[in-house]
């Protein structure tokens, strides 16, 4: 991932330039050189949305400036301009769980006027229920206050060919079956190959890996009175699973991140991984892999309850001091039409309307093979807790899991501090 935000390039008012801005204040002057302004995180999910703009622009004739960020800095840095009312932003591209802290601060645009203006009441009934239930505030109840674009929730990749060789030809159903399997895997691999790598850093990467197999032991990280829930059976037992995992993964995973697990997957070193779709294009990559059409996508396996998959969308919102409102508005509405999200699953994006899912031009191509169980996966899938404080809320506790993955602290240790974190952030 890229450490640092790219240097702001000299803004050239032309149609059809998209350029990549720094980090740092924006000038309202600035942002008014351009019709609309997006931020957006660098990377495979930001892509896009890049290349639609690149389009749009071409198309309409207008300007499309484009600041691009690594995650945490897209966070903070919009999360600034709204404090700040500064209207550096049109369109913020935003991780799902990060939309409570926005639409709660009062930094997104509600939607419905603008819906109301082209006779409707809200997105059409094309998009996945799971897929559009993240854009409401409160949590599928409250009024629109963005659209999703990328139709990310988590699937269970692995090796069938290995799988196979411990009996589970059909795959792995149960926890139990990965770390029997990926044991006698990582055993046969005598440290050159392993049987399952997790992405275990501290904050997002290591809570993003643990949740669905907490949620498969019947985990819930809040109460119904919204307190922190750590120290239950569930919690204990999912750790214990978790670091299980540990051990037939390689090396040093408690530093990694999706991108050293996706080249443990890529390069055949690792027989399993939670991943997420969009390795997909990389797994199917010659160019890139060398498990071209040896890999299997699955559902999330189960622990004592059935496997849930994060979800994981990123959604498009307009900022509630945003100069270009309506601009960003119809760019919005163009950017999630199905035309326009089939285009951006060929770029590799995964879609969120059921009819791209289902579109025989792209299921009939290998890459897209994934294409329905990624969709049942969306279907079945669990939002991160909808908190405001979420994004401080993940931090302490992905410090502690990453202590226990290191060995630093016992699965015990990590849940009794990670409860005693969280429970003073909610306190502040």
């Known amino acids: 991932m890229i ?32 019709d ?53 932003y049109d369109i913020v591209l935003m991780d799902d769980p990060w939309l409570p802290f926005f639409a709660e601060n009062g930094y997104l645009e509600p939607l419905a006027s603008y819906f109301k203006a082209i006779g409707t009441d809200g997105p059409d009934s094309d998009f996945l229920a799971k897929s559009i239930a993240l854009c409401r505030n409160p949590y599928n109840t409250g009024p629109y206050v963005c659209l999703p674009y990328v139709g990310n929730a988590q699937m269970f990749f692995y090796d069938p060919e290995e799988f196979a060789k411990q009996g589970l030809a059909e795959g792995p159903k149960t926890w139990d079956d990965v770390i029997n399997a990926a044991t006698a895997v990582s055993k046969a691999g005598n440290g050159e190959r392993f049987g399952y790598v997790m992405r275990a ?31 239950t059976p569930e919690a204990k037992k999912a750790v214990e699973v978790f670091l299980q995992l540990k051990q037939v993964s390689p ?14 997957i890529a390069q055949g070193t690792a027989a399993s991984a939670i991943n997420w779709p969009n390795w997909v294009a990389t797994f199917e990559d010659p160019a890139q892999s060398k498990v071209v059409g040896k890999i299997a996508y ?31 508005f119809d760019f919005m509405i163009w950017a999630t039409s199905p035309e326009q999200i089939k285009k951006s699953a060929e770029r590799g994006n995964p879609p969120v309307r059921f009819s791209v899912f289902t579109d025989p031009e792209l299921t009939s191509q290998k890459q897209f093979r994934h294409f329905p169980i990624l ?5 079945f899938s669990t939002p991160r807790p909808r908190h405001p404080k979420w994004p401080e809320i993940e931090n302490a506790f992905g410090a502690e899991l990453s202590k226990a993955v290191a060995g630093a602290e016992t699965g015990d240790e990590a849940l009794a501090n990670a409860q005693k974190a969280i429970e003073e952030i909610l306190a502040r």
């Not at 935000?5 to 351009?34: D, E, N």
């Not at 090396?251 to 443990?264: I, L, R």
């Open 3 to 34: 450490k640092e935000w790219t240097q702001r390039h000299k803004f050239v008012r032309m149609a059809g330039f998209v350029s990549a801005v720094a980090v740092g204040s924006l000038l309202p002057a600035v942002a008014l050189a351009a």
């Open 36 to 88: 609309i302004v997006l931020a957006v995180p660098n990377g495979s999910e930001g892509d896009g949305l890049r290349a639609a703009a690149d389009d749009y622009q071409k198309m309409k004739g207008i300007t499309i400036d484009i600041v691009q960020a690594p995650y945490a800095n897209l966070f903070e840095k919009a999360a600034n301009a709204g404090a700040s009312k500064s209207g550096a």
């Open 201 to 231: 850093a501290e904050g997002n990467p290591v809570v993003a890996d643990f949740m669905p197999i907490f949620w498969s032991y019947g985990g819930d990280l809040f109460d119904k009175d919204r307190k922190p829930n750590l120290l």
């Open 251 to 264: 090396p040093g995973v408690e530093s990694f991140q999706a991108d050293e697990v996706g080249t443990f």
């Open 298 to 328: 699955s559902a999330i396996p189960s622990g004592t309850k059935a496997g849930s998959s994060e979800i994981g969308h990123w959604l498009m919102g307009i900022m509630s001091d945003a100069p270009h409102k309506q601009a960003a």
């Open 375 to 379: 969709m049942q996966a969306i279907d």
